[in-house]
Antibody, heavy 121, light 110 residues
Framework: EVQLVESGGGLVQPGGSVRLSCAAS????????MTWVRRAPGKGLEWVAN????????YYVDSVKGRFTISRDNAKNSLYLQINSLRAEDTAVYYC??????????????WGRGTPVTVSS | QTVVTQEPSFSVSPGGTVTLTCGLS?????????PSWYQQTPGQAPRTLIY???TRASGVPDRFSGSILANKAVLTITGAQADDESEYYC??????????FGGGTQLTVL
């Protein structure tokens, strides 16, 4: 089955760190750009970060630069998001998604169910 | 700072037609923004509806269609059904692997 399954979320104290994981199955993981998207309570979807197939290019929304690190392990079919110096505004459900990136194409076509991160003392 | 604009809310009667728009604060939306549309109901993962302006994702009913109109991306739902009541997000590609979602439109079917 083609799917993405996130894990690693939970309750974290402000200033703490968390590492989110996304396990991919049913497709050739290493052939796709991957992305993280989050949705904070009462807010809409927010694109967070992208990573190229081989990990050589990474892009972040300005609000997370310097605190978030996206990475991947193609041998393990896994995507990661390391979040440091957590703030209350990072509280959200974090989704991983597969990116269709090709000539004249760019969209997210496969989504995980998300993992919630709550930043609170 | 670039902002993707969407109507915060919209209502449609069952069987009716509704058009949701997606604009760009810093200019116009074109096909080179590769507009895509996503549906999200509470507690669920987003679902891809439309990509590349007007291509329906696999399994999406043909009552959903996408286009560009008056410099905005548009999602049209023709013959709205009760289970179309949901939030709808557009996403634009800004170049250099950067994506930006709109604020979303809450669609009510009543």
């Amino acid at each position: 089955e083609v799917q993405l399954v996130e894990s690693g979320g939970g309750l974290v104290q402000p200033g703490g760190s968390v590492r989110l994981s996304c396990a991919a199955s049913g497709f050739t993981f290493g052939s796709y750009w991957m992305t993280w998207v989050r949705r904070a309570p009462g807010k809409g979807l927010e694109w967070v970060a992208n990573i190229k197939q081989d990990g050589s290019e990474k892009y972040y929304v300005d609000s997370v630069k310097g605190r978030f690190t996206i990475s991947r392990d193609n041998a393990k079919n896994s995507l990661y998001l390391q979040i440091n110096s957590l703030r209350a505004e990072d509280t959200a459900v974090y989704y991983c998604a597969r990116v269709v990136a090709a000539l004249r194409k760019w969209h997210f076509d496969l989504w995980g169910r998300g993992t919630p991160v709550t930043v609170s003392s | 700072q670039t902002v993707v604009t969407q109507e915060p809310s919209f209502s449609v009667s069952p069987g009716g037609t509704v058009t949701l728009t997606c604009g760009l604060s810093s200019g116009s939306v074109s096909t080179s923004s590769y507009p895509s549309w996503y549906q999200q109901t509470p507690g669920q993962a987003p679902r891809t509806l439309i990509y590349n302006t007007n291509t329906r994702a696999s399994g999406v009913p043909d009552r959903f269609s996408g286009s560009i109109l008056a410099n905005k991306a548009v999602l049209t739902i023709t013959g709205a059904q009760a289970d179309d009541e949901s939030e709808y997000y557009c996403m634009l590609y800004l170049g250099s692997a950067i994506s930006l979602f709109g604020g979303g439109t809450q669609l009510t079917v009543l």
